[in-house]
C-alpha cells in the first residue's frame, strides 16, 4: 500500500522545484533583455559609468542563467532516474508522471 504524499510547498516534489526553476529562468531572461536594452541607451547618451555598471550586472546574469540551466538539467535527470526506480519497484506511476516525461497526452 502506498500512502498519497501531499506537498507542502513547491520545493517538496523534483517537479515543483523544476518548476521553479523554469520561472527562474524566464525572469532571469527578461531582466537580460532589459538590461541590454539599458545598455544600449547608455551607449547612446554617453553615459560610459553606468553603461560598465549594466554590462557587469548583464555578465552576472549570463552566469546565472548557465547556473539555471544546470539546475533544469539535473532536475530531469533526477526526475527521470525516480520513474525509472519507481518502475523497477512495481510502483504504478502517476498521471503527471506520465505527462511530465512526455509519454502522456
Given at each position: 500500500?502506498?500512502?498519497?504524499?501531499?506537498?507542502e510547498t513547491?520545493?517538496?516534489?523534483?517537479?515543483?522545484?523544476?518548476?521553479?526553476?523554469?520561472?527562474?529562468?524566464?525572469?532571469?531572461?527578461?531582466?537580460?533583455?532589459?538590461?541590454?536594452?539599458?545598455?544600449?541607451?547608455?551607449?547612446?547618451?554617453?553615459?560610459?559609468?553606468?553603461?560598465?555598471?549594466?554590462?557587469?550586472?548583464?555578465?552576472?546574469?549570463?552566469?546565472?542563467n548557465l547556473?539555471?540551466?544546470?539546475?533544469?538539467?539535473?532536475?530531469?535527470?533526477?526526475?527521470?532516474?525516480?520513474?525509472?526506480?519507481?518502475?523497477?519497484?512495481?510502483?504504478?506511476?502517476?498521471?503527471?508522471?506520465?505527462?511530465?516525461?512526455?509519454?502522456?497526452?
Amino acid at each position: 500500500m502506498f500512502v498519497s504524499y501531499e506537498a507542502e510547498t513547491p520545493f517538496d516534489t523534483v517537479e515543483g522545484s523544476h518548476e521553479y526553476v523554469a520561472l527562474l529562468a524566464e525572469a532571469v531572461d527578461e531582466a537580460r533583455r532589459d538590461v541590454e536594452a539599458e545598455i544600449a541607451a547608455a551607449e547612446r547618451e554617453g553615459a560610459d559609468r553606468r553603461k560598465q555598471a549594466l554590462l557587469l550586472v548583464s555578465y552576472n546574469l549570463a552566469k546565472l542563467n548557465l547556473h539555471i540551466t544546470t539546475s533544469r538539467r539535473i532536475l530531469n535527470d533526477l526526475r527521470s532516474l525516480r520513474r525509472l526506480l519507481l518502475a523497477e519497484r512495481g510502483r504504478p506511476t502517476t498521471e503527471e508522471d506520465e505527462v511530465l516525461s512526455g509519454d502522456g497526452a
